[in-house]
Nanobody
Framework: QVQLGESGGGLVQAGGSLRLSCTASKGTFSNYGMGWFRQAPGKEREFVGGISRGGRSIRYADSVNGRATISRDNAKDTVYLQMSSLKPEDTAVYYC?????????????????WGQGTQVTVSS
């Protein structure tokens, strides 16, 4: 069983950038497809992007495509989400998720494990 922990959230001005990290402990990180999701107040948790076990496949939601870069370092048991040109509508709690079965978990039901989330607030 893998345990996930996100970091790197905070307050950023619109147009700025940040990098979120998600580090796994226990389990074998490279066995999991990884996804990033976010949840804004009053909204459902939504897919942001994800990366396959070896990093060859990457997928982004339309809402962040061109502004987000996902990568992973299996030697460090860490997956990253780099976002630029941030908008106020990017404000949300960001979660990483791991899937044993899916190449890239792109729906909440496809994830087996979740981190606790990290808050990202984009001010206008």
């Amino acid at each position: 069983q893998v345990q996930l922990g996100e970091s790197g959230g905070g307050l950023v001005q619109a147009g700025g950038s940040l990098r979120l990290s998600c580090t796994a402990s226990k389990g074998t990180f490279s066995n999991y497809g990884m996804g990033w999701f976010r949840q804004a107040p009053g909204k459902e948790r939504e897919f942001v992007g994800g990366i396959s076990r070896g990093g060859r496949s990457i997928r982004y939601a339309d809402s962040v495509n061109g502004r987000a870069t996902i990568s992973r370092d299996n030697a460090k048991d860490t997956v990253y989400l780099q976002m630029s040109s941030l908008k106020p509508e990017d404000t949300a709690v960001y979660y990483c998720a791991a899937s044993r079965l899916y190449l890239i978990p792109s729906a909440t039901r496809e994830a087996d494990y979740w981190g606790q989330g990290t808050q990202v607030t984009v001010s206008s």
